[in-house]
Each structure stands twice: as C-alpha cells, then as structure tokens.
C-alpha cells in the first residue's frame, strides 16, 4: 500500500481535470424556459400583401392577404384572399411581405429589396384575361416587388405567385434557387 | 474544447512521470494453435498464463501474441471448446519466447468447458457479435456502418455521412446502445441523428436480445447494442497504438491514437488517453460531387482504472465533436422542388471538391462520464456501483442567406441525462447465476430556436432479475424487468408555458434456452416481452420537416408500444463449415409510425402532405443468415443473407421504411508469409441489395430505388519489422463506380450514392515491451 498516496493523487487530479471539462454545461433547466420562446428562424415569412392600385385613379385599390403567423403547420393560414379585379384596367401591384410572428412586425420585403440580385418573384396565369409584366430591377434582372397587371375581359382563374431565392444563381428566370412562396391566388375579373 | 486538450496534456504529463519507473519486463510471447491430427488453424483457443491471469484469444489464423512478460518460470495454458486442454511451463531468460500448441480434438470435452464459457459470456442469446478489427476501420466511416458489418443489421442513412444502425428493421428508440454500460442519450428520435460514438474507442459489437437484453432496458425492442470499449490494463508499462485512415472519396484522412500506461510497481493501476481527429471533405457519387457534404469529427476520451483483488474503480470520458455538412442539394423549401429534384436525377447545384463546410449543417457535441466501483464480495459475488452523466449538444443551422447572422443556430437542443445503476452478480453452487440490479434515470431536454420537440424532464426507475442456470447441455436463463418513467412537457401554447405530464409503467420478461447436443451443433430459443413508452418527439413534435417537405405532427394521445418477440437460433460447426440462421418473429401492438393524415396543410411555400404520428399493430419477421465454408487451407468464403418481412396486421400492407432483402458473398485468400509480410490476405466481396418491392407507392413521391450490387475488393497483411508490428490495409469499395441509390438513404430523392472509394488503413501498435 505503499503507492496508496500516488494513486489517490492520480485519482484526485483525473477527477478535477473531468470537473473542469464537465462543469456548467446543463445551467438550463426545462422548467425555467425563456417566458417566450427564442423564435430566430430569420427565414419566416408569414404574411404576403398584393396591393393594386388602378394606374388611371378610377377603380378602388385592391388588396389580398396571405397569413400564417404561426408558420408553416400549427394553425391553419387565417387569411388566404381571393384577387377581385375590374376588367380593362391597368394595375400597379405592389408586394409586402412580413414576419408577423415577433412583435413589432418585421418587413421581409425591405431585407427582399437589399438583396435583389438573389431574388425574383414570378407570376403564373391560368385562366385569367390578365397579363403582369415586372416592373422594377436589380440593376441587372428584374425583381418582381412591384409589377404591372393588364386585365382583359371578365373571366376567373388562378394567379401562381412563386418567390424565388438565387443566390448567385439568379438568372432572370424561374428555374433555379429555392423556393420561398408558393401562394395560388384564385383571381376573379368582373365587368 | 480547451478543457480537454488540457486534460489531454495534464494525463500525457501524468504518464511522462510514471514512465521513468519502467523495468525489464519486455518479452514477448507468441505461437500458433494447430489441431494436432491435420495442423488446421485453431481461432479463438484460449491462451492463458497461470501466474499472472493474464491470457488472449488466437486469432483466425491461429497466432497469439502476449506482450510485457518479464523474465521468469510460467505456467501456460491452451483451452479451446471440443479440445483437450494443454498446460505447459515455460522459461524466459532473456530473449522472446515461441510456444505452439498442437490440440487434440475430443468432442467429450465441451461440457467441462461449456460451463466457463457461460460465466465469460454471461448472455446466453446473443445474436450476433462483431469484433473491431483494422478491416472494420478500413470499411466504415461510422459507428452505424462499422455496425452494418453484423448480419441483420443494416443502417438507415442521411446523405453520405450519417449513419444509424436499424436491427431487423429497427432502429432509433427502439435499438438501446450501450456504450460501455451506459445507455446513449442523445436526440435519438431524429433519423438524422447519428449516435456520437468515436468506433476507434471500441473493441468489440454485440446484438443482445432476450432475457440479458433486460438489463439494459425495457425498451430494447430490436435489441441492445452493446459496444465495448478496448480492455485496459492488459499489459505493463507503456503500450498503445496509432491508426491512420484515409480515403479517395471525400479525400479524408484519420488519425487516431491511444497510449496506455500501467506502471510496473503498482499492480492495478492504469490509464489510457485517446483521442481522434478525422476530416473529410466533399465525398463524390459517380458522376458529380455532392456540393457540402464534408464533416470535421474530434473525439476524446480518457480512461483511468484501479484493480484490487476485492475491488475495481474507475472513472471514463469521452467528448465527441462533430461539425458536419448537410448535402446542399436536399435543402428544398416545398413540394414543387422536391419533384423538380426528383425529375432532374442530378443535383441542380454543381460542387467542386472542398473541404469546407457550408449551411446547412449540424454541430453536435455529446459528453460522457462515467464512474464505476465494483466490489468483489468474494469470487463469484460481486457487486457493481456505476454513474454517468452524458451531455448532447446539438445545434442545426439551415441554408443561410449571406446576411444572417450565422452564428445562432435555428435549432439548438440541449440533453442532459443522468444514469445510475446498482447490479449484483452471483454464481451460487446449483449451476445458477443470478443477476439483480435497479436503474436510475433523470434527463433534461431545453430548446432554442425553431420548436420541433418541447423542453421536458424525464425520469425513469426500474428494476431487473435475471437468473441463469447451465448443466451439462443446457443453459437456461429468465428474467423479468419493472419499469416506472415519467415525464413532464413544457409547452408553450396560449401564450403561456402549459406543463403536461405522462406516466408509463409496465413488466417487461423475457427467457431464452441454449442446447448443445454436441460440438456441432448449437440451438438457441429466446422469446420474450418487451414495451417502450411513446417518445416526447412522437408526442409533441410539430412542424416542417425540411428535407422531406412534409409536415409531421405529434400525437398527445399515444400509447405504450408493446412487444411479443421470439427467435431462433442453430449454429453448425465443423472444421470447414462453420453456418448459422437465426429466424425471428416480433409483433409489436401499437407500433409508432408516421401516416398520412388526410389533408395536406396549406402554407405559404405552398401545400405540403401533412403526416402525424399513430399506431398500428405490426408484424416483424425474417431470417438472417450465415454461412462460412473454409474451401481449402488458404480459400475462404463467406455468404450472409437477411431477410425481413415488416406488416400492418389490419390492413395487410407493408410498413414504410424497412430495409430490403440483401445478400453478401466474400471469397478470400490467404497467402503464405512472405519476408517482411505475415498473413497477407485478398478478399472480394459482393453485396447485392434488392429493390424494397414491399412499399406503398402512395405514401412516397418516388418508387423504391432498384436493387443494385457491389464490389468491394481488399488486401491486408501484418507486416514485421523487425519487433514492430504493423497492421496495413487497403480497400476498394464500389470498385465498378456503379451508380445506385438506396431506399435506406432518405437522401435518395437527390442524389445517388457515392462512387468508388478507396482507402488505406495503417495501425501500429506500440509498447515498451518490444522497445528494447
């Protein structure tokens, strides 16, 4: 037993060299959560706005809403409009988009705008008598938070408003990056 | 991180001290077992040397090797099942000694033996056992492929560099991974989630079910994995060894070492440092790279040990890092582009090789410590303290934009768990070994960021008896498990922290019979009840599962899953035949799955197909299958087959995600030893893979992939310098560069698997012994 001092040495320092590695790692417990949950999911966007506005000042502006302010599952969407257009009118459409999940509200649209060369917003028609042309630009491709809406003849159909994020990628068309909205706007065209 | 490399420092600092007390106790002693009547190779005999207990087995070629002895008189003995057993003495002076061993084959001998073997391997059904050996570490990149080596177990993939083990189509909770006796608590739910396991730290893989299974758990309803890590103390003074691993594909390189030390003055006492660092960059599918698919893993652990002759302490460590890509190509935000990736059969995102690592990706750090005391009443009583604290860090960062901050991960967990265990062993007189022990858990889980799980405390206790009883032929074992586990859930819901609690208790029992009615043969039946209560993520788990575009939703009303399990097991043995099959049967009520639920869930990304977690009575059963056959002296080969069938008894279909019917034939050759080169062997492997024909196309946006098969070709040899030893491999997987997928790869949707890999493996193990 006469290296009993040098192993209970060995042993000790093996100990304390554990404790300092292990120590203060686990300090948050379950029970004393953040009263509010930490959301940085910087990605969410919970809320589309299509404002039209008639480019003669004749026809009411028009608005239509997408929101999920929980995000994608939970709760179901508690607004997903219709686009109710006037026929033979020219529109200027402009798009919001927000975070509605934190408070204040953040505005996605500004973040779209200051990284418009990774983002392009596409429009499909089926059905509809109406035409949209993209109207602003990133200096090199067009962007899509503002666009011009020709309506035709009274009609109804969908709109498919696809918001694509390219980084490096953007190329002036739909195909490449990934998606970030896909919103199916039903459209209806009255006289 | 830095902690550990001052701990790493503090040990090697330790060590250097001891170090100068070394004696000259470096001899060598090695041999070879041969049956005495046609001078075959005899493995896994037995070799022991009296006066210091200390002994190794031979390995496939009949060598074996004990380092350290200092010079003296010892009393060697050989034993081996089904021979007579050799007791010889033997003098070393002053040089190495060679001793072989010619057997004597008498199938009379096996009872005496069979009763000693019993003690050593005190788990009567085990399924299936692996050793860690280089070949392993030349093959697997991971704790789950170095597993996949075991006939019946298979791995369930996350693109190229994460891997879990599935049992006869089980795997996530439903598989318990003891990691030197204390259970793996990670974020296993997730199938993305690897269990943080360095392999380097292992010596050897056992699948155990039935009855012994209950001392690790209720739950191990596809079985426990029990990973044991490397004996220490096996020899005095310094030993230990350096592995070098690197590979074509990914172009990854491996280092990892141990050095051990027990000083000669001080019997009992030894401690082991070991450490890995691996690095691997973009691995490469046939045609194209995979864009972010490299990974950094650092791995530590420590192991220190003090044996008396009436006690044994010790306390273990290990820290796993991993930093690693996820395959850029299998971010997609919806529907649409999932079929776009689908339809484009390449990833639309080209990648160059880099060793970078971009976002997404995964950050995850898992910390073990455990402590032990065991004390030895007297031989064959034995009592055995043990705790451990593990710690899993896990932070999942998504695809950024370049403005974000990058740091915050979106989804960060954090688990800490503690275990502790109290086992009592005892061999009584009547052929009995009993075995009784209870089981403390507590386990605390918080979250940052994007929900998926809540926080929540779980809690268990439990308590097990297992008696085992062996006479002559026969080994019969049963036991019997009593688990109480609670939990307590935070939700935040309502704008306000809700607390839901649950209770689960239930008997778990199990009894497994050995028969041995000569030394051919071997039949082994184990059946058996077992239940795993719902886990928190299948509870309460809600929300976008990228990767898979598809929402899953937990289900609050959920029950305990409960099994009926039974298997079979026949061994035959000769001296050129060496086959196995083991047929199973489980049926589990109330199996845990994801169905669809109906309507998909609109957002604004678009609908996606919404799925939520429900039970199903499910039927399990297949067979696994092995056969060796030793065609000549220098020829050998080997066929494994598994076959699983997994069904929903109401409705007759076929349960989503199992692996496919697979069989494997290896045809190896052993040259004779040449100069420098000792056991210089070739083999050839050949994996077939069927096409998983039994899905429910409607659940899944793409068909089963084919069946695809490969060739995987490797050479080994032990080369001799001089005293040193040096293990060197070198292999070639997917050597025909063949394209496939796989249906266990839920990156399947985007990329096909990786091409042609090869890879070196060098070990060399070291000791002052044979430093003269």
């Keep these: ?79 997903f409009d219709s686009i109710y257009l006037k026929s033979h009118t020219t529109y200027n459409c402009a798009i919001t988009l927000l975070n509605e999940s934190v408070e204040p509200a953040e505005n996605i649209s500004e973040e779209v705008l200051e990284e418009a060369d990774e983002h392009l917003f596409c429009f499909t028609i089926s059905n509809a008598q109406l035409q949209i042309i993209r109207t602003d630009s990133d200096g090199q491709y067009e962007i899509g938070l503002n666009s011009q809406w020709t309506v035709g003849s009274a009609s109804s159909g969908h709109v498919l408003v696809i918001l694509k994020h390219q980084p490096d990628v953007k190329n002036g068309s739909c195909e490449p990056g990934e998606t970030d909205i896909e919103l199916l706007f039903p459209v209806l065209i009255t006289d | 991180m830095h902690y550990s490399s001052l701990l790493i420092f503090l040990c090697l600092q330790l060590l250097c001290s001891f170090g100068l007390k070394a004696q000259d106790c470096y001899y060598h002693l090695h041999g070879k077992v041969a049956e005495s009547s046609n001078g075959l190779p005899i493995s896994y005999a037995v070799v022991q040397i009296k006066e210091l207990n200390k002994g190794t087995y031979t390995d496939s070629l009949g060598h074996y090797h004990i380092d350290g002895l200092c010079a003296g008189t010892y009393t060697l003995s050989c034993m081996r099942i089904g021979f007579e057993s050799i007791t010889q003495t033997i003098h070393i002076t002053n040089s190495d000694v060679e001793q072989d061993f010619y057997m004597t084959f008498n199938p ?28 392993i570490y030349t093959r697997a990149n991971n704790l789950g492929q170095a597993l996949s080596q075991l006939n019946g177990v298979t791995t369930i993939n996350t693109g190229s560099s994460i891997s879990k ?28 989630h690897a269990p943080e396991i360095d392999p380097y730290t292992l010596d050897a893989a056992q699948v155990i079910q039935g009855a012994s299974a209950l001392q690790y758990g209720p ?94 302490t010790g306390i273990y460590y290990t820290q796993f890092n991993t930093e690693l890509g996820i395959f850029s190509g299998s971010h997609i935000s919806n529907v649409t ?30 910390e073990l410590i455990k402590a032990h005391f065991n004390l030895n009443l007297t031989d064959k009583n034995k009592l055995q303290f043990s705790y451990a604290r593990q710690f899993n860090d896990r932070k999942e960062f998504d695809h950024h934009s370049s403005s974000h901050n990058q740091s915050t991960p979106e989804l960060q967990l954090k688990l800490t ?39 929540f405390y779980q809690r268990g206790i439990g308590a097990y008896w297992i008696e085992t009883w062996t006479k002559n032929q026969w080994s019969l074992e049963a036991g019997l498990r009593y ?136 039927l399990l059963y297949g067979s696994d299958l092995q056969a060796s056959f030793r065609l000549t002296n220098s020829i050998r080969t080997t066929w494994k087959s598994a076959v699983l069938r997994a069904i929903q008894t109401s409705t007759k279909e076929h349960i989503y995600g199992m692996p496919s019917d697979r069989h494997s034939l290896r045809l190896a050759y052993l040259f004779h030893d040449k100069g420098i080169f000792k056991q210089p062997t070739i083999s050839a492997s050949g994996l077939y893979v069927n096409k998983q024909w039994r899905v429910q196309n409607h659940n899944d946006y793409m068909p089963a992939p084919n069946a695809y098969w490969l060739l995987d070709i490797e050479c080994s040899s032990v080369i001799h310098i001089k005293e040193q030893v040096i293990n060197v491999s070198v292999g070639v997987y997917n050597a025909f560069n063949l394209r496939y997928r796989d249906y266990m790869n839920r990156f399947r949707y985007y990329s096909d698997e990786l091409g042609r890999n090869m890879a070196v493996h060098i070990q060399i193990p070291f000791s002052q012994s044979n430093k003269k």
Aim: net charge neutral; charged share 20%; hydrophobic share 35%.
């Design chain 2, 108 to 135: 009379s001998i096996f009872r005496t033996i069979d009763v000693v073997e019993v003690i050593e391997d005190k788990n009567v059904f085990i399924h299936i056992h692996t050793e860690f050996d280089k070949g």
């Design chain 2, 165 to 192: 083990p599935v049992v006869h189509g089980l795997h996530s909770q439903r598989v318990i991974i003891l990691n030197n006796g204390v259970r793996q608590e990670g974020q296993q739910w997730g199938n993305e």
């Design chain 2, 219 to 312: 739950d191990a309803i596809g079985g426990a994995i029990v990973l044991n890590p490397k004996p220490i103390g096996q020899q005095k003074g310094w030993s230990g060894a350096l592995n070098l691993h690197g590979t074509s594909n990914g172009r990854q390189g491996t280092t990892s070492g141990y050095v051990e030390f027990s000083p000669e003055k001080i019997n009992g006492l030894s401690a082991r440092v070991q450490g890995t660092l691996k690095r691997s960059g973009n691995a490469r599918t046939p045609n194209y790279f995979l864009a972010n698919t490299g990974f950094i893993e650092r791995n530590y652990a420590a192991h220190f040990q003090y044996k008396h002759k009436r006690f044994d």
């Design chain 1, 1 to 79: 037993m006469k290296h009993t001092k040098s192993i209970f040495f060995f042993f000790l320092l093996f100990i304390l060299v554990l404790g300092i590695a292990s120590c203060k790692k686990d300090d948050q417990k379950p029970d004393d959560m953040p009263t509010h949950p930490e959301m940085h999911d910087e990605e969410l966007i919970t809320t589309l706005i299509l404002t039209l506005e008639d480019t003669s000042g004749i026809q009411p502006s028009v608005t239509a809403t997408f929101r999920d302010v929980d995000g994608p599952g939970g709760l179901a969407p508690s607004a």
């Design chain 2, 417 to 455: 768990t503690h275990t502790a265990n109290i086992d009592w062993y005892k061999k009584s007189a009547r052929n009995l070994m009993h075995r009784v022990g209870i089981s403390g858990m507590h386990q605390a889980n918080t979250y940052n960021g994007r929900y998926f799980i809540p926080a």
């Design chain 2, 337 to 366: 582009d999932l079929m776009r990736a689908i339809e484009s059969r390449e990833p639309a995102q080209k990648a160059n090789f880099s060793y970078h690592i971009g976002y997404p990706k995964q950050d995850v750090q898992h």
């Design chain 2, 483 to 618: 688990d109480i586990k609670t939990m307590e859930v935070f939700i935040h819901e309502n704008k306000s922290w809700q607390t839901f609690n649950h209770s689960f208790q239930n008997i778990a029992a199990g009894g497994s019979a050995l028969y041995k009615p000569n030394n051919r043969w071997r039949f082994a039946l184990q059946m058996g009840t077992t239940w795993r209560p719902p886990q928190v993520s299948e509870l309460y788990s809600n929300g976008l599962h990228h990767g898979v575009a598809a929402i899953e939703n937990g289900n609050r009303e959920l029950q305990m899953e409960k099994s009926w399990n039974g298997a079979l097991q026949a061994i035959f043995t000769t001296e050129w035949i060496e086959a196995q099959i083991s047929p199973y049967l489980q049926r589990v009520d109330n199996y845990i799955l994801l169905l669809p639920s109906g309507s998909p869930t609109l957002t604004i990304r678009g609908a996606f197909p919404t799925f939520q977690y429900s039970q199903i009575d499910a």
